[in-house]
């Protein structure tokens, strides 16, 4: 969390205590209503006499009072769910410097570094490209449309402020050629677990490798579903006759502070 940031628990005091002035406030003038008969005995009879009046007016307010707690309610799933969102697939990323040519990945990168910025916090390089992958043996089960990656694990780990949201905390080190590391939901969605085997297809060429670890989502690295060892992109792509849609190098920055304030 940022610094100065309130514990639930705390939030939670808060609330109470401007619940309890909100109801104290709204019962001094009923108890100095209750105690003036004229007033009370006016009232009533303007009830008693129009019931029609009355009844549109009470329900007039239920209408009012439901349209603005409908809007705060509107308002604040709105800004919890592009929260969370941003806190599941970001995480600290802050910003993404795309980078046309994979070649100067590393040239970008530094430029970056050399920046020597206070706001920056984190430097990460990610090469990435669109795939399908297929469990083997006899009956196997596909994802059509998932990313593999090529990110060192110990920059990634380093990334942002924290270690826990960059999802590389217990990654163990960057995969080997052969090994694969797949996030939880995919390794969910294909019945897959460590030591099994899957199948990597991409421009016509296809792939084998065997899972070494399955994570947690990992947010510091973006979208991406299955992390691979240097270099077997650039294989890929050395063997495709037709690169319909080229890798996608990214340089990824986060900034000092919390996924909101940065």
């Known amino acids: 969390s940022a610094e100065g940031s309130r514990s639930p628990t705390q939030e939670g005091n808060l609330m ?14 009923a108890a100095w209503f209750a105690r003036k008969a004229t007033l009370r005995r006016l009232a009533i009879r303007n009830v008693t006499s129009r019931p029609s009046e009355a009844f ?40 993404s410097v795309t980078v046309e040519d994979p070649l100067l990945l590393a040239d970008v990168e530094a430029s970056i570094v050399a920046i020597g910025s206070e706001d920056i916090d984190g430097i990460v390089s990610v090469l990435s490209l669109p795939t ?23 920059e990634a780990r380093a990334f942002g402020s924290e270690e826990a949201p960059s999802g590389f905390e217990e990654a163990g080190a960057t995969p080997k050629p052969g090994e694969a590391v797949v996030i939880s939901k995919v390794a969910a969605e294909l019945g897959i677990d460590a030591g099994d085997d899957i199948a990597i297809h991409v421009y016509g060429t296809s792939l084998q490798v065997t899972v ?17 060892a240097p270099g077997s992109i650039e294989s890929f792509v ?13 340089v990824l920055i986060s900034n000092t502070g919390d996924f909101e304030s940065g």
């Not at 439901?66 to 800004?79: L, R």
């Not at 670890?213 to 947010?219: H, K, M």
């Open 16 to 29: 109470a205590v401007v619940a309890l002035l909100i109801a104290i406030a709204m019962l001094l003038p």
């Open 132 to 154: 399908a992958i297929t469990t083997t043996g006899s009956d196997p089960v596909g994802e059509p449309s998932v990313w593999i990656a090529e990110v060192d694990f110990d």
């Open 56 to 95: 549109l007016v009470t329900l007039g307010t239920m209408l009012g009072t439901a349209i603005i707690v409908a809007s705060f309610a509107v308002g604040d799933t709105i800004e919890s769910g592009v929260g969370s969102m941003v806190d599941s697939t970001l995480g600290p990323i802050d910003e």
């Open 212 to 228: 070494r670890q399955v994570i947690d989502r990992a947010s510091s690295a973006g979208w991406n579903s299955v992390y691979v």
């Open 238 to 250: 050395a063997a495709a006759a037709n690169v319909d849609m080229p890798p996608r190098a990214e």
